[in-house]
């Protein structure tokens, strides 16, 4: 048996990168996963993955940065497993730009879908944890929301908010035995830190890393699949950087 058999969880952004190693993960650990994507069938590529895990799966299409879709999102989940003892909010995008040139639909776009998605879909989520007196709540950040990183204003901005808006949410939930904690990534080739950069501004960025490698996908699903667990029952408000060293 795995640390979660028994347990369903969702995994918002779900269907490829960090996001699909954090849902495997979780399988692997015996949970039953469900899955959100802005495409559908990306979803449920990954939701044939997960129960060829020997778990159920569901895939579900939608834009957490509407909360007309992100609480219909929760409620499909506790309409199938009846429960949601763990939340993962990892759907996020980037709109890469200077701050002089960044336009405001670049800055809402980036802020709607990371910082406000986690909040509906947390929001959604708590009123059932709360009633089962249990849950886990892990947002994934990034190291950009602790050090800045020039062009990524809005991804900063949103990331560093994630920090705040979890620490909030440990102390307002703890009562009802729900712990909310962030992981942090830090150099992960093809998530929102490298994803619009050439290969020498990556190569300066490796240089600061003192594991001398980037990370891995799996890296960061192990961090989250350890917070969801009962072994990490009592972390809760933490920022977990798994970077290598890197913000260190």
Same mark, same amino acid.
């Given at each position: 048996? #795995?640390?979660?058999?028994g347990k369903s969880a969702l995994?918002?952004?779900?269907? !490829?990168?960090?996001?699909?190693?954090?849902?495997? &993960?979780?399988? /692997?650990?015996?949970?039953?996963? /469900?899955?959100?994507?802005?495409?559908?069938?990306?979803?449920?590529?990954?939701?044939?993955?997960?129960? /060829?895990?020997?778990?159920?799966?569901?895939? &579900?299409p939608a834009d957490v940065a509407?909360?007309?879709?992100?609480?219909?999102?929760?409620?499909?989940?506790?309409?199938?497993?009846?429960?949601?003892?763990?939340?993962?909010?990892?759907?996020?995008?980037? !709109?890469?730009? @200077?701050?002089? !040139?960044?336009?405001?639909?670049?800055?809402?776009?980036?802020?709607?879908?990371?910082?406000?998605?986690?909040?509906?879909?947390?929001?959604?989520?708590?009123?059932?944890?709360? %009633?089962?007196?249990?849950? &886990?709540?892990?947002?994934?950040?990034?190291?950009?929301?602790?050090?800045?990183?020039?062009? %990524?204003?809005?991804?900063?901005?949103?990331?560093?908010?994630?920090?705040?808006?979890?620490?909030?949410? /440990? &102390?307002? @939930?703890?009562? !009802?035995?729900?712990?909310?904690?962030?992981?942090?990534?830090?150099?992960?080739?093809?998530?929102?830190?490298?994803? #619009?950069?050439?290969?020498?501004?990556?190569?300066?960025?490796?240089?600061?890393?003192?594991?001398?490698?980037?990370?891995?996908?799996?890296?960061?699903?192990?961090?989250?699949?350890?917070?969801?667990?009962?072994?990490?029952?009592?972390?809760?408000?933490q920022v977990l950087c798994v970077?290598?060293?890197?913000?260190?």
């Amino acid at each position: 048996m #795995g640390t979660l058999t028994g347990k369903s969880a969702l995994v918002t952004g779900g269907s !490829r990168g960090i996001g699909r190693a954090i849902a495997l &993960r979780l399988a /692997a650990e015996g949970a039953d996963v /469900a899955i959100c994507a802005r495409q559908l069938e990306a979803a449920q590529a990954v939701a044939a993955e997960l129960e /060829a895990l020997g778990v159920k799966a569901l895939a &579900r299409p939608a834009d957490v940065a509407q909360a007309a879709q992100a609480g219909p999102l929760i409620q499909a989940v506790l309409a199938e497993w009846g429960k949601l003892d763990i939340l993962v909010n990892n759907a996020g995008i980037t !709109r890469d730009n @200077l701050l002089l !040139r960044m336009s405001e639909e670049e800055w809402d776009a980036v802020l709607d879908t990371n910082l406000k998605g986690a909040f509906n879909c947390s929001k959604a989520a708590a009123r059932a944890m709360i %009633q089962a007196r249990s849950g &886990r709540i892990i947002n994934i950040s990034s190291v950009v929301g602790l050090l800045g990183n020039a062009g %990524q204003a809005n991804y900063a901005a949103s990331k560093a908010g994630l920090c705040g808006f979890t620490k909030s949410l /440990a &102390r307002e @939930l703890a009562s !009802r035995n729900i712990t909310a904690n962030v992981v942090a990534p830090g150099l992960v080739p093809e998530t929102g830190m490298t994803g #619009g950069l050439d290969e020498k501004a990556v190569e300066k960025l490796l240089s600061q890393v003192p594991l001398g490698r980037p990370g891995l996908p799996e890296d960061v699903a192990h961090s989250v699949a350890f917070l969801a667990s009962d072994q990490a029952a009592y972390i809760t408000g933490q920022v977990l950087c798994v970077d290598g060293g890197m913000v260190m």
